[in-house]
């Protein structure tokens, strides 16, 4: 199993310009989440899906799309980069809540310029 | 809304000396993972507490849940070089539906020098 993938690894976008970040998960895990990490800041929920076609806002959603059309993907939409959209983001998934692991993905650490 | 604060922020230390991180909340938590993460990854769980005062040993590294289920710390013994990457601690809200959301604190970054 590869667990949870993200791509890209990097990417440094323009003012105004949009992307999509793509998360994979090959543990038929139900839940999945999108996190944004600043230095310093810890971990902020940004959205979160129970299961293909569920998803519902975090903390911070504003100015992020997320869609949940199959169990393994979960891609997080930004349509109107700002700069304090800068930061890196993680994606985890879940097999049941309460108690267990999130796995984590490697990250894709965003840059707007 | 729901906080934890992590203690210290950062810290520097020897091979060989010990450490304890905490993890202090107002709220109830129905749990409390610490992660530990490594530049350029995602966080890795290293354990799970549950039960209010419930102590659980990973080789050198204890863990503690307060009797409250408010707190926890984490003890490393003898660090080594290998110990040196940010800590993360998350809680698991304890009332209302859970979706598996956790509540991060802000982490602990530790170096550990040879």
């Known amino acids: 199993n590869a667990g949870v993938t993200q791509t890209p690894k990097f990417r440094i976008l323009k003012i105004g310009q949009s992307m999509t970040l793509q998360c994979t998960q090959d543990?038929?895990?139900?839940?999945m989440y999108w996190y944004r990490q600043d230095p310093g800041m810890g971990l902020k929920l940004i959205y979160y899906?129970?299961?293909?076609?569920?998803?519902d806002k975090g903390e911070v959603p504003n100015g992020y799309n997320v869609s949940r059309s199959t169990t393994e993907d979960f891609p997080l939409r930004l349509e109107l980069a700002a700069p304090s959209q800068t930061s890196v983001y993680f994606c985890a998934s879940i097999i049941l809540p309460d108690y267990n692991e999130q796995f984590f993905g490697p990250g894709t650490r965003l840059t707007v310029l | 809304t729901q906080l934890l604060e992590q203690s210290p922020q950062f810290l520097s230390i020897q091979e060989g000396e010990n450490l304890t991180v905490y993890c202090n909340s107002s709220s109830v938590f129905s749990s409390l993972q610490w992660y530990r993460q490594e530049p350029g990854e995602g966080p890795v769980l290293l354990v799970t507490v549950v039960t209010g005062g419930e102590v659980k040993k990973l080789k050198r590294l204890t863990f503690q849940f307060g009797d409250a289920r408010k707190d926890s710390s984490l003890h490393i013994t003898a660090a080594q070089p290998g110990d040196t990457g940010l800590y993360l601690c998350a809680g698991g809200p304890a009332f209302g539906g859970s979706q598996g959301n956790l509540i991060f604190g802000k982490g602990t970054k530790l170096s550990v020098k040879p």
């Open positions: 899906s129970v299961g293909a076609g569920i998803t």
């Open positions: 543990m038929n895990h139900n839940y």
